[in-house]
């Protein structure tokens, strides 16, 4: 498996939208019922994302078949993943729900090994070992602090099996339709569902919006829902799973290093170990494989 320059740099720009997007859920949801600040990011990326696929003349059609899967893909991408990580948000900081939520490449791999059958390696086996042991050292000294918020985690965890899974999903569909047109009916269906939730929940918190959450909303609207969400699943649907999943593991070490830069938290030796580890784990997943050379034929010619 190459990697395109197209799909190298998808991966770079991802990294970096995603990584800085968790200081700005944080920013949101201290300022805003949570459910209720993530309707408004989508309900204002939304219109945006429908003017793409107008743009690039991407046809908005679903087949009727398509539908119950369409649904269960939204349901596990989207609804679950968005519902549940912006709670843990709002029980932890952001930096720990990052960590959290990025142990999706695990759950990943090992839903594609139990559920639909794959075959791992050795290197790929050993890439998920790194990716589990660099996640436990970025944690190393949050144990303490996460320990008292066991809500927090069990959401963080959940959300990121059904990530996993949705993950897993979408690459086995079998929908002959354009990766955009999923991109918006998912978001489409998930900001319905999203904002009942936050009707029948948090409207008595609803209040004028603060600046900075202003800020948070435009940053999730245009670069997460239009830009990262298009973009992932692309990648998704075209990568292997585990190098699709493994490719985005140093998300949460940017997470944990924009925090030291801007919140002047400390690094210990564990945040930097867990850098090589995420890194090997990306290798071992997308790092080319040595192609055997055929040996010539010795065997003496016939006389």
Request: net charge positive.
């Amino acid at each position: 498996m190459t990697l395109s320059r197209q799909q190298i740099t998808l991966l770079i720009i991802l990294t970096l939208v995603w990584g800085f997007n968790w200081p700005m859920l944080k920013l949101g949801v201290n300022h805003y019922p949570p459910l209720s600040f993530r309707s408004l990011s989508m309900w204002m990326g939304l219109p945006f994302l429908a003017l793409v696929l107008y743009v690039k003349k991407v046809s908005f059609k679903i087949p009727k078949k398509d539908w119950p899967e369409l649904t269960m893909l939204a349901i596990t991408n989207m609804l679950v993943w968005h519902v549940l990580i912006i709670l843990a948000v709002q029980n932890l900081s952001s930096g720990r729900s990052a960590i959290l939520g990025y142990t999706m490449p695990i759950f990943s791999a090992l839903i594609g090994v139990l559920w639909f059958g794959a075959s791992m390696r050795w290197r790929a086996w050993a890439g998920v070992g790194c990716a589990a042991l660099g996640v436990v050292l970025l944690l190393w000294h949050e144990f303490s602090a996460i320990a008292g918020k066991p809500l927090g985690i069990v959401l963080g965890l959940i959300a990121a099996a059904f990530w996993g899974l949705g993950t897993q999903q979408i690459r086995h569909t079998r929908m002959q339709v354009p990766t955009l047109a999923i991109v918006f009916w998912m978001i489409f269906m998930s900001t319905w569902l999203m904002s009942v939730l936050a009707f029948v929940f948090e409207r008595k918190d609803w209040g004028p919006i603060p600046n900075i959450t202003w800020v948070s909303i435009f940053y999730n609207a245009f670069g997460v829902f239009v830009f990262a969400q298009a973009a992932w699943l692309s990648l998704a649907r075209n990568l292997p799973p585990l190098a699709s999943t493994l490719s985005v593991m140093f998300i949460p070490v940017l997470g944990v290093f924009s925090g030291a830069y801007f919140l002047n938290e400390a690094l210990h030796w564990q945040d930097w170990a867990a850098i090589v580890l995420i890194v090997l784990a990306i290798a071992s997943v997308l790092w080319p494989a040595r192609t055997p050379q055929l040996q010539p034929d010795k065997r003496p010619m016939p006389d």
